[in-house]
C-alpha cells in the first residue's frame, strides 16, 4: 500500500527533514511513528529536503508499506499524530498508486521567506529581524530579476549528495510582499539548489541597505560571482523559511 501524506512542522528543534544517525529529524520522527501503527518497516520519501531550522506548511511524502492489515486514511492520520511530537502536524493522508513518487512526480515547489521589520515576541524563531530600515521598491525590483532561467552558481552550497549538479534552475515566479511588519519573499521552482533561497533573501536584504545594486544583483544571477563578495556569509536564517507547497499534476 502507498500513501501520500501532507505534513505541517516547526523545524525549529529538528536537524532538517532528512534522517540522520545520532540526530533528530522530521523524517526520522514520522518513522517511529509510523512502524509501530504498521507493525512493518515502511519506505519513506519526502517531496524536498528542508534544512536544520526550516519549517513547513505543505511538506509531501509517500508513505509504502506492506501489510495486510487495511487501514482508513482517516484511521493512520489521528495514529500518526497521536504518536508525533507536538511540533509535527499531519495534515491529510490519501491513498496513491503504488508508484507514486513524493520527489520524482513533483512537478514545482514554492517558499516563503518572512522578514519582520519590528522585534516581535511570539514570531522570533519564523522570522528574521531586520533592525536596519530596508528600501521595499530596490528588492522589489531585484526580486522580479529572478523570475526565468538562471544560473545560480552564486547563490547555491555544494551538495555532497549531488556532485556535477546543474547550477541552472528556470524560476517559475519570485516576488515580495509587505503586511504591515512582514516582508515576504515568495519563490516556486521546478527544483532548488541547496542554501539557493535563503541566500536569495540575504542578497536581497543587501539590495535593499543599498550595499548591492539592482544591477550587481542581476549579474550575481548570471553566475558573475564577484571573489570580494561573501555570500555564503549573507545567507539568510533558518528561522524564516517554509516549504509552503509541493505541486504535482
Known amino acids: 500500500m502507498t500513501w501520500k501524506i501532507t ?59 506492506k501489510s495486510r492489515a487495511k487501514f482508513s486514511t482517516d ?22 498508486g503504488p508508484r507514486f513518487h513524493a520527489r520524482h512526480d513533483a512537478v514545482s515547489r514554492s517558499y516563503i521567506y518572512q522578514i519582520s521589520t519590528r522585534k516581535n515576541a511570539f514570531a522570533k524563531r519564523h522570522v528574521w529581524w531586520i533592525k536596519e530600515a530596508l528600501d521595499l521598491q530596490a528588492m522589489t525590483d531585484a526580486a522580479k530579476l529572478i523570475e526565468g532561467r538562471h544560473d545560480f552558481d552564486c547563490f547555491r552550497a555544494a551538495d555532497p549528495s549531488k556532485p556535477g549538479e546543474s547550477t541552472i534552475v528556470v524560476v517559475n515566479h519570485a516576488a515580495l510582499e509587505e503586511h504591515e511588519d512582514l516582508i515576504l519573499f515568495r519563490i516556486e521552482a521546478s527544483h ?38 561573501k555570500i555564503s556569509e549573507w545567507t539568510a536564517p533558518a528561522s524564516g523559511l517554509f516549504l509552503e507547497r509541493i505541486a504535482y499534476r
Do not use: S
Open 192 to 229: 532548488f539548489l541547496w542554501r539557493m533561497v535563503r541566500r536569495l533573501v540575504g542578497v536581497l536584504v543587501k539590495v535593499g541597505r543599498h550595499e548591492l545594486t539592482t544591477q550587481q544583483f542581476g549579474g550575481l544571477l548570471e553566475g558573475e560571482c564577484d571573489p570580494k563578495w
Open 7 to 65: 505534513l505541517e512542522y516547526d523545524g525549529t528543534k529538528f536537524h532538517g527533514w532528512q534522517e540522520q544517525l545520532n540526530a533528530r529529524t522530521i523524517m526520522g520522527e514520522l518513522r517511529k511513528a509510523a512502524e509501530p501503527l504498521f507493525q512493518a518497516p515502511v519506505d519513506l520519501q519526502g517531496a524536498g529536503r528542508t534544512d536544520a531550522g526550516v519549517h513547513a506548511l505543505g511538506q509531501v511524502a509517500h508513505l509504502r508499506v
Open 75 to 96: 484511521a493512520i492520520r489521528r495514529a500518526l499524530n497521536d504518536a508525533l511530537p507536538a511540533e509535527i502536524a499531519v495534515l491529510a493522508v490519501e491513498d496513491a
